[in-house]
């Protein structure tokens, strides 16, 4: 397979509790109030102050809706829509990107809104990106960053098989605190000795 084409394809996965699949308008126009929740806008350091969290309009901008726009033609990564079965809206975003091919490993990341939350609909998502992305592409690590003022993502990301690697201390400041981010991965060969049945 070509490495720098890994992503070409965007498939639509699903697992019962979330799908995921390539953007649809609808999506797009569902992302412009989940991007501007203040909980999703502190949690993936997005910005500075509790002020800012709460003050960023619901509506895409031109520039970002057009970026939504074009993710069907990236190959070097996979953006998709988590959509809640149930209704069939999107509720956020999970990600591979960062891809360096030589080396075999990408970044990932998610982020969901506030219809989205405590539903177990997160967890389904990175099961279903993660075992999408050993089980399709020669990726051997998938690796992630997450804030210390979000134990309930690190806990998440450890039950779906990821590993703490370390910190990056003081690497995000938030309303005059400095905080850490949590240095996260899972090779191939996680994921391969953990393969039995969630």
Request: net charge negative; with cysteine; aromatic share 8%.
């Amino acid at each position: 397979m070509n490495q720098l084409g890994m992503f070409a394809d965007k498939p639509t996965l699903e697992n019962g509790r979330a799908r995921l699949r390539p953007f649809t308008p609808a999506d797009i126009e569902a992302m412009g109030p989940i991007l501007a929740d203040p909980e999703v806008l502190r949690l993936t350091g997005s910005v500075h102050t509790s002020e800012e969290a709460n003050a960023s309009p619901p509506r895409l901008d031109p520039a970002t809706r057009q970026w939504y726009e074009t993710r069907a033609d990236q190959s070097d990564r996979l953006d998709l829509a988590i959509v809640d079965p149930a209704t069939d809206s999107c509720v956020g975003e999970a990600v591979l990107n960062d891809l360096d091919a030589a080396n075999g490993s990408c970044n990932f990341r998610i982020l969901i809104g506030d219809a989205g939350r405590d539903r177990g609909i997160g967890s389904a998502a990175i099961r279903l990106l993660r075992d999408h992305a050993f089980g399709t592409t020669g990726l051997n690590r998938i690796e992630l960053e997450v804030y210390a003022f979000n134990p309930r993502a690190r806990h998440v990301y450890e039950r779906c098989g990821f590993i703490f690697e370390g910190l990056r201390r003081s690497a995000h400041k938030f309303d005059g605190e400095y905080i850490d981010a949590i240095m996260m991965s899972m090779l191939r060969s996680d994921w391969e000795s953990a393969k039995s049945p969630d």
